[in-house]
């Protein structure tokens, strides 16, 4: 039994969407930083600097194994999210007339399904854009040397002319907060919930987990949503 | 004080339900929200109308027969109490009240607001005990050493009258509060402890096969139980759920 229990039951999903959740915060704060390399000012030291990164992050053997990783959490934590929301449904076949669910739960707690789908939907845009452009598109056959010799893809130019685009740069700027406002929701909920899923609930470090989890929610969006509006704003035209 | 009621009315599990307006009039606000439906139900007999059938017991609270989703929240608008423990001074004069059963597909209705909770007791069936000898030789239980905090924790979650209120007002129907203080209260204690992996495992099972919903930690049955039992509980449950898989 034990060895089913820890796939099929309930409280597994449990534990997997709390781990592949706890790892992709993880992922946000890798990925952030390294984005905070786009403010540095337009200039050919921070091109080569941001595409370097950029070159090492797609081809250390090391990185390669944690976005693989990566890729594999976000999938499993739809899928499961999804067979969890199927089998919730079904378990309530007869709605109430009335209920009231705001006397007793906070909106973003009852609507991660909904904010996953809108994330979801801005990762595969978001891949679109930078990853699939230098993985597959016209970056891939224009590559360029850097002044430490490197052969690199020019996301750097690619990323900035898209958030500076006269028509779409500004678009793209709000489109991109939205997204950051629904990964604030879904971290507001999720960060603390994934502790408690995995067993971790004590009066003591409650209050500290919960905390943690607001203060994550707010920063790490915010430092992602500030990016795209500083290159539009800010940032000397390229 | 005068009031509209929206009551469900079912007349057996095959049916299909709806809601039937009714009035009452003359409702002391010191009655208790039972009480009120007993008002109402003496109107519907006097008429020769079949009268409104709910469940009830003790009604003081403990032993959780009662139940009903009363304007969208279990056992109504107040905390820590159940519906026999509801009184009509909470509503106004004039106010409309819906009421409802209690929801879930492993809460079938059986007639009107009378839900099925049977799977409950199976879910108790399935592992909440503790196999001692009892046959006039039992130790007495001063004599086994238990710490105060766990012997604390372990009652408040014995607390659980299984009411079902967390099932009611959790979204996705599930009977993780409930579940996670049965298996809390033994597990606490020395003498569960020696059943626990084999408790835990069981009674997750029979609740997975029960059709209950599963836990998104929206946290709805805390504040919705009667008997206040903690989300603390839960956590404790997945840990012993865990602890038990991988042995």
């Known amino acids: 039994m034990a060895k089913s229990a820890l796939l099929k039951s309930s409280l597994a999903k449990k534990y997997w969407m709390a781990f592949s959740g706890l790892f992709l915060c993880l992922f946000l704060v890798g990925h952030l930083f390294g984005n905070f390399q786009l403010l540095l000012p337009v200039g050919d030291a921070a091109r080569d600097q941001f595409n370097e990164y950029a070159l090492f992050m797609t081809s250390n053997p090391l990185i390669k194994v944690l976005s693989y990783l990566t890729y594999f959490s976000i999938i499993f934590h739809a899928i499961d999210g999804l067979m969890l929301t199927i089998r919730n449904r079904k378990a309530r076949p007869q ?113 500290f987990i919960r905390k943690i989890g607001y203060a994550f929610a707010v920063l790490i969006p915010l430092g992602f949503a500030i990016i795209p509006f500083y290159i539009y704003f800010v940032l000397d035209k390229i | 004080m005068n009031l509209t009621l929206k009551i469900w009315r079912q007349k057996n599990a095959e049916t299909k339900g709806k809601i039937v ?6 409702i002391e606000p010191d009655m208790s929200f039972l009480e009120m439906l007993d008002v109402l139900n003496e109107q519907l007999i006097m008429k020769g109308e079949e009268p409104v059938v709910f469940d009830h017991d003790c009604r003081e609270g403990i032993c959780g027969s009662c139940s009903l989703q009363i304007n969208g929240e279990p056992h109504g608008p107040d905390r820590g109490v159940t519906t026999c423990q509801l009184h009509m001074r909470r509503f106004k004069d004039g106010d409309t009240i819906t009421i409802e059963p209690f929801r879930a597909a492993a809460f079938p209705v059986i007639k009107d ?132 898989s991988v042995k």
């Not at chain 1, 709605?95 to 595969?124: C, D, E």
């Not at chain 2, 307006?21 to 003359?26: K, L, Q």
């Not at chain 2, 009674?203 to 599963?214: A, I, L, P, S, Y």
């Open chain 1, 95 to 207: 709605g109430y007339v009335n209920f009231k669910p705001s006397a007793n739960t906070v909106w973003a707690s009852r609507n991660m399904g909904v904010l996953g789908t809108v994330i979801l939907a801005f990762i595969v845009v978001h891949l679109y854009m930078f990853w699939g452009q230098m993985k597959f598109g016209e970056l891939k056959d224009n590559l360029y040397t850097t002044a430490n010799d490197q052969e690199v893809a020019d996301l750097y130019t690619l990323t900035i002319q898209t958030f500076q685009d006269p028509q779409m740069g500004l678009i793209w700027a709000i489109l991109y907060g939205i997204a950051m406002l629904a990964i604030a929701f879904h971290l507001s909920h999720g960060f603390a919930s994934g502790f408690q899923s995995l067993g971790v609930n004590h009066p003591k470090y409650n209050g």
């Open chain 2, 21 to 26: 307006n009714y009035s009452v009039a003359d």
């Open chain 2, 113 to 244: 607001l009378v839900v099925d909770r049977g799977s409950f007791d199976r879910i108790q069936q399935a592992g909440g005990y503790i196999s001692v000898n009892t046959s006039g030789n039992t130790q007495d239980a001063n004599s086994i050493p238990v710490e105060k905090e766990n012997a604390d924790m372990s009652f408040y979650a014995a607390t659980c009258i299984g009411c079902g209120a967390c099932v009611a007002a959790c979204k996705n129907a599930s009977a993780m509060l409930f579940t996670s203080a049965k298996v809390s209260q033994f597990s606490l204690l020395p003498q569960g402890e020696v059943e626990a992996d084999r408790r835990v495992l069981a009674m997750v099972e029979q609740m997975d096969k029960e059709g209950f919903g599963n836990c998104t930690n929206t946290g709805a049955c805390e504040i919705e139980c009667p008997k206040g039992i903690s989300l603390e509980n839960i956590a404790r449950m997945n840990r012993e759920y865990m602890k038990a």
